[in-house]
């Protein structure tokens, strides 16, 4: 059974800041990983999603990276803003799009 | 529409009524997912549709969870006999095609938010 382990839980820096989110996959048989957004009380926003060939997707100041082997992702936030403030899940996608999640980690940037 | 769109949005219900969940999702997107977001159990894969083939279903929880999808298109979740452990937020997601291999981005709605009370 996959499971998905997303390190730190949560997250707290200054604006500015360059910071890294990590997610981790038990099964390496995954077509793909997609990170998400969810704000408080609405739904998920896609960011960015990494094919299994893949090895990094870039969107803005967003970048994701994939080790399917090492079963490990990446989720890179350059020059962090308050805005930027959320909750990031990762989820892997082992078979037509039945995603398997992780905890979140919860994102504050204070300015 | 467009996005995914979820009715309604805010439900409370009494235990041991039924509730019906809407879901429209992106015009044109073949494939409907159903996930639960509870407190303490993250998110969770209930049904799945893709076009006309039968629906996995092995996410839901109980048989008074079901789900159908009319015209390839809206998708009701119904849950019958409602306990206060079915309070959650029911999410829809919606893809061009089957979001695996084919990699399509998967978009979800805003959720329902289903307190039993």
Avoid: M
Avoid at chain 1, 16 to 44: H, M
Avoid at chain 1, 80 to 97: E, K
Avoid at chain 2, 51 to 73: C, I, Q, V, W, Y
């Amino acid at each position: 059974k996959q499971e998905v382990t997303q390190i730190p839980a949560a997250l707290s820096v200054p604006e500015g800041e360059n910071l890294v989110l990590n997610c981790s996959f038990t099964d390496s048989a995954i077509y793909n990983l997609q990170w998400f957004r969810q704000d408080p009380g609405k739904g998920l926003t896609s960011l960015l999603l990494i094919q299994s060939s893949q090895r990094e997707q870039t969107s803005g100041r967003l970048n994701a990276s994939l080790d399917k082997s090492s079963g490990r992702s990446t989720l890179y936030i350059a020059a962090s803003q308050p805005g930027d403030s959320a909750t990031y899940l990762c989820a892997v996608n082992g078979s037509y799009g039945k995603l398997t999640f992780g905890q979140g980690t919860i994102l504050t940037v204070h300015p | 529409g467009a996005g995914v769109s979820q009715s309604p949005s805010n439900k409370v219900t009494e235990k041991g009524k039924d509730v019906e969940l809407r879901c429209d999702p992106i015009s044109g997107h073949t494939a409907l997912y159903w996930y639960r977001q509870s407190l303490g159990q993250g998110l969770e894969f209930l049904i799945y549709f893709q076009g006309n083939s039968a629906p996995d279903k092995s996410g839901l929880p109980s048989d008074r969870f079901s789900a159908e999808r009319t015209g390839g298109s809206v998708s009701t979740l119904t849950i019958q006999r409602t306990q206060q452990e079915d309070s959650a937020v029911y999410l829809c997601a919606s893809s061009l095609g089957p979001g695996g291999h084919s990699g399509n981005t998967i978009y979800f709605g805003e959720g329902s938010w289903l307190t039993v009370v």
